[in-house]
């Protein structure tokens, strides 16, 4: 088992900047992936950006150049760093690992992005 807690969200003008952070404990040998998933009222989760064990990073084409994911191994933690942010990345921020054939997930901080 994972447990994920998320921590940083908060509410941030447009054009500002937010960063997450997500630590994991439990059977952290086992992540492999890590990542930040969002969900909008009435919308599904997306991905934004996941981060592998070797380091390599992808994200989502909304998020390219503006958000950055990076991970502490020595720490268990994991951070997104948000940039030139828009109204429409309001959402709950989910933190995500992936272990084995399991999935885990946080549970979730809002980031809302309003003047």
């Known amino acids: 088992q994972v447990q994920l807690v998320e921590s940083g969200g908060g509410l941030v003008q447009p054009g500002g900047s937010l960063r997450l952070s997500c630590v994991a404990s439990g059977s952290i040998f086992s992540i492999y992936a890590m990542g930040w998933f969002r969900q909008a009222p009435g919308n599904q989760r997306d991905l934004v950006a996941t981060i592998n064990i070797g380091g390599t990073t992808a994200y989502a084409d909304s998020v390219k150049g503006r958000f950055t994911i990076s991970r502490d191994n020595a720490k268990n933690m994991v951070y997104l760093q948000m940039n030139s942010l828009k109204p429409e990345d309001t959402a709950v921020y989910y933190c995500?690992?992936?272990?084995?054939?399991?999935?885990?997930w946080g549970q979730g901080t809002q980031v809302t992005v309003s003047s």
């Open positions: 995500h690992a992936r272990a084995g054939h399991d999935d885990y």
